[in-house]
């Protein structure tokens, strides 16, 4: 096995972003200790870079909280206590039998997350399907990646974060970015945006904030909070106005345009200023940097998709891509960001309550015959769609006549109470459980809740492959073995298959998971059946849609460019307009909150909180206010004060930025306690991709030191 000898070097990737940036990892031995580092690689994607979390990596190897043995609860107000993997094990199986006996296998519930490797992602589906037969499994890449993956779906008929390479990114001569920071939440890609400057460029922003990225832009569009389908509706208004239609592309590649012509005709600019905050000569701006530019891409993140609009706001920028011609070209395109590690590979395998591996879905008959068919079952055993995950969470512990509810949860790779929005009411539902199971390398704040944790291997103990944000298929090898007492999740999933009595259908080898995994996808939109293991190794990662039979040599790096994976082979133009966010500021909470990321931190913040230096970088939560509004609250810089919304309030430190709008307060979402960001949040969902609200609400700021 590699990796195990002194100065034994062992290329993989980093554990975090869905950049996947390689990395080596670096075994020392010196006076009789183990030490492990991070040093440079040469991949592909980050060219040798890294940011401060995956230079830090190998500190979340030694860290002395690692959890290494089973923990009970004998008692629901009892203390958490070690136990055997078999007393574990054995506690789990006897409530999900008991609990499926009185009330139905849809109580049990899976929450599953985008940081899973492909094959356990997988796995998870598999085993919510053919082993306990529920519907009910989601994940949290619901909170992220479903609005821009529902816009890609219904627009080009298929859903890769980036349908081109990054490289393509470097060459753009007009980039508009709406609601993305990646200066902090995927710091290694700047490189590409910096590259794009560098040979002349130009960056637009769409943020409520002068993030660190929008700081470098050539304009930036301070959009005021949940206005965004407005904003691409002005925009695309002007686009026609200023004659920059791409008549021919919409003619020989698109349908649907008329409809969204005689959409956009109203958003006049002037007119959308008073919905966007966007001054109308900035539009017209904006507009004319995308229409004169021969290569031009549009980008959207989390600041349009968290939304209960996120389908449509994403939609209007898809419009305006199109209408543009930019989209199926070299160094043009439509592009979403994705966020967590396998944000992209952990949507395609099945996680999903409503879908199957390769984005197969779970109502059609076919797409159910083909998994039931590689799974080894009869398709009429397979459960139909489930809970999408804010549903599956309002439906924890519920006992309403007519309304189903989740008696036993399995947690894999989440930290729920503290990601999920509207977190109070969450968390009040995992203590409702019958049972509550954590799988978890560290005690996290949902572990801690936990009737049962369970001990599990870290990134560079354990081998897997994930899909980086431009769908490229990667290996992260394992470096190190896990310590005693603790199991990976494939081994878990296998361990509790067994003792379910569907063992059979179950491995805890990655390799073989991920050769049946291609056999799941094949023919499917995600499709990996040309992708083996050692192509992945040999090649520095394969692309996929890789067929079988019509591999070339890098799967396909690039799609759209000669027709678009719909029934016609074009893209679908989509009419929609402005929606009001589901709150909005009035007398009593009189100002917009967002919700976001900072360098130094990831996600909830349950493994890069236990990194010394990246929790020295930023120990704890904030919020920025302008100086304009601190003051008429009597705030300085440093104090303490309180947020409060409808669903809760979260205590944290006051930070005067000039960055940010009057009206809008930002507060990170990295910190479970009282400065919880999602104390705060809103979970109002959009009404296609089931995403929640996490970036604006309605919020009232106090002072902490008044009562
Ligand atoms: Fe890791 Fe993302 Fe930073 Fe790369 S950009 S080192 S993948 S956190």
Redesign the pocket.
């Known amino acids: 096995m590699a990796g195990t000898h002194a100065g034994t070097r062992t290329d993989t990737h ?1 554990p ?2 869905a ?3 390689g ?1 080596t990892l670096v075994r020392e031995d010196a006076c009789g200790e183990v030490r492990y580092t991070v040093a440079a690689r040469d991949f592909p994607t ?1 060219r040798g870079g ?2 401060r ?2 230079w830090t ?1 190998a500190d979340l190897l030694s860290a002395p909280d690692r959890l290494t043995t089973p923990l009970m609860r004998d008692s629901k107000d009892g203390p958490l206590r070690p136990a055997s993997w078999n007393e574990a094990l054995d506690r789990i199986t006897d409530a999900i039998g008991r609990t499926q006996r009185e009330h139905g296998p849809a109580a049990v519930g899976i929450f599953g997350g985008g940081g899973l490797t492909n094959e356990k992602s997988y796995m998870l589906g598999k085993f919510a399907r053919v082993a306990l037969r529920t519907p009910n499994i989601d994940y949290n890449g619901r909170f992220c990646m479903a609005s821009a993956a529902a816009a890609g779906m219904k627009a080009f008929g298929i859903d890769r974060g980036l349908p081109f390479p990054l490289e393509d990114i470097g060459r753009a001569e007009v980039i508009l970015l709406v609601g993305g920071n990646p200066a902090e939440s ?4 700047m490189q590409y945006f910096e590259e794009q400057k560098r040979r002349g460029g130009r960056l637009i922003v769409v943020d409520p904030r002068v993030t660190p990225t929008a700081a470098l832009a050539d304009l930036h569009l301070q959009i005021t909070p949940g206005t965004d389908a407005a904003l691409g509706n002005a925009l695309l208004n002007s686009v026609i106005r200023q004659g920059y239609l791409d008549l021919d592309f919409i003619g020989l590649r698109t349908v649907g345009f008329e409809q969204v012509r005689r959409t956009v005709g109203s958003y006049w600019p002037d007119r959308s200023e008073r919905i966007t905050g966007v001054p109308a000569d900035r539009i017209n701006e904006a507009a004319r940097m995308l229409g004169t530019a021969g290569t031009a891409m549009v980008l959207t993140a989390r600041g349009p998709e968290q939304q209960s609009s996120g389908v449509d706001n994403v939609l209007s920028f898809i419009n305006l891509a199109l209408a543009l011609g930019k989209v199926g070209k070299p160094f043009c395109g439509f592009g979403t960001l994705t966020g967590q590690g396998n944000g992209q590979g952990g949507r395609e395998h099945g996680q999903k309550a409503d879908q199957l591996p390769g984005y197969r879905k779970l109502d059609n008959p076919e797409h159910r015959a083909h998994a039931a068919s590689v799974w080894g079952v009869e398709e009429a055993s397979l459960p139909g769609p489930g809970l999408s995950a804010c549903e599956l969470l309002a439906a924890l512990g519920r006992e309403e006549p007519g309304k189903p509810g989740i008696r036993v949860l399995l947690v894999m790779a989440s930290n729920i109470a503290v990601s999920a929005p509207d977190a109070a009411q969450v968390r009040q539902g995992l203590r409702a459980l019958d049972l509550l199971v954590v799988s978890d390398m560290f005690l996290s704040e949902t572990a801690g809740m936990a009737d049962v944790v369970l001990p599990i291997a870290q990134w560079a103990e354990e081998e897997g492959t994930m899909t980086n944000l431009e769908g490229r298929v990667q290996l992260r090898r394992r470096a190190k073995p896990a310590p005693d007492g603790v199991r990976t999740d494939l081994q878990v999933i296998k361990a509790l298959a067994d003792r379910l009595g569907r063992g059979a259908h179950f491995t805890d080898d990655a390799r073989e998971a991920f050769g049946e995994l291609r056999r799941a996808s094949s023919g499917g939109l995600a499709d990996y059946s040309g992708i083996t293991w050692e192509r992945v190794v040999a090649e520095d990662g394969v692309f996929w849609p890789c067929p079988d039979d019509a591999a070339g040599p890098a799967g396909t790096p690039r799609l759209f460019l000669d027709r678009f994976p719909t029934p016609d082979g074009r893209a679908r133009f989509s009419p929609v307009g402005h929606r009001p966010p589901d709150e909005e500021p009035d007398q009593h909470y009189p100002l917009y909150l967002t919700t976001g990321r900072v360098l130094s931190q ?1 996600q909830s913040g349950a493994q890069t909180r236990r990194v010394p230096a990246l929790l020295e970088a930023e120990p704890e939560a904030f919020v920025e206010i302008h100086p304009g509004m601190a003051r008429s609250f009597g705030i300085r810089n440093g104090d303490r004060v309180r947020l409060v919304t409808r669903r809760g309030d979260a205590v944290v430190k006051a930070r005067l930025v000039t960055t940010i709008r009057m009206d809008t307060l930002f507060v990170p979402f990295h910190w479970g306690g009282a400065g919880c960001a999602n104390l705060l949040t809103n979970a109002a969902l959009d009404p296609v991709s089931r995403i929640p609200e996490f970036k604006v609400c309605a919020v009232r700021l106090e002072r902490a030191d008044l009562p």
Do not use: E, H, I, S
């Open positions: 980093c975090y972003c950049f996947q940036c990395m980050n890294l940011c979390k995956g990596a995927l710091p290694v890609m990831y």
